[in-house]
């Protein structure tokens, strides 16, 4: 059930469903089989930048000195300030600027930047596959949670491959709804993520 739930909150911050209008304004005037491509490559790498931080989060963390339980409360803040702007139907600096879009624009592969990173990979999301890798007790449990990656990147890349048909269905207000409905739910995970991080620091708060 906990795998579940950590999958979900994964797809919910990669929200590749909110991501369907920039996808969108930045392959304009391309041919249906360059999209194609295109979202394809989007998803392998949002799959290989997520694996990396699975299974290197940690040491890197080590690396720096840096225990889990100040990264849960760091993540935690992150993930709420993402899923704020989400409950409102925005988009965060930390997830993408417009600088980005702009040069995105220019740029003839765009799978990688800014679409796989960090408009879907960004450190939001970095952070809380970082802290489900934590939580994993066992080589099986770590090997899970890499199988869940491959399977929300599968996903992003069916959300991404019938983005026009989708985005013609739901139109900007259900777009929107389903951002507010993925960033509720992040906020509920992200005061957990924070909770559990205080409560480690600062035992007497969990009295």
């Not at 391309?30 to 979202?39: G, L, Q, T, V």
């Not at 394809?40 to 989060?57: D, E, R």
């Not at 890499?146 to 069916?158: C, D, E, H, Q, R």
């Amino acid at each position: 059930m906990g795998e579940i739930r950590d999958l979900i909150g994964i797809f919910a911050i990669l929200n590749p469903i909110g991501a369907i209008p920039l996808f969108l304004s930045l392959t304009a005037g391309r041919s249906h089989a360059e999209m194609r491509r295109i979202a394809a490559k989007t998803a392998l790498a949002v799959v290989a930048i997520l694996l990396i931080a699975a299974w290197s989060g940690q040491r890197l963390l080590a690396l720096f000195g840096i225990g889990v339980p100040a990264f849960r409360i760091a993540g935690g803040l992150l993930v709420l300030l993402i899923a704020i702007a989400m409950f409102h139907a925005k988009s965060t600096p930390a997830r993408h600027t417009k600088e980005e879009d702009t040069e995105a624009e220019s740029k003839e592969d765009i799978a990688v930047v800014p679409l796989a990173i960090p408009l879907l990979a960004g450190p939001g999301t970095i952070s809380l596959v970082i802290v489900d890798a934590q939580k994993a007790s066992s080589m099986g449990a770590e090997l899970g949670l890499s199988a869940g990656v491959v399977a929300v990147g599968v996903l992003v890349w069916v959300v991404l491959r019938l983005a026009e048909p989708i985005g013609v269905r739901l139109g900007t207000a259900g777009l929107n709804i389903t951002t507010r409905v993925m960033g509720l739910i992040l906020a509920a995970m992200a005061v957990q993520f924070m909770a559990i991080g205080l409560t480690t620091l600062l035992p007497g708060l969990g009295r």
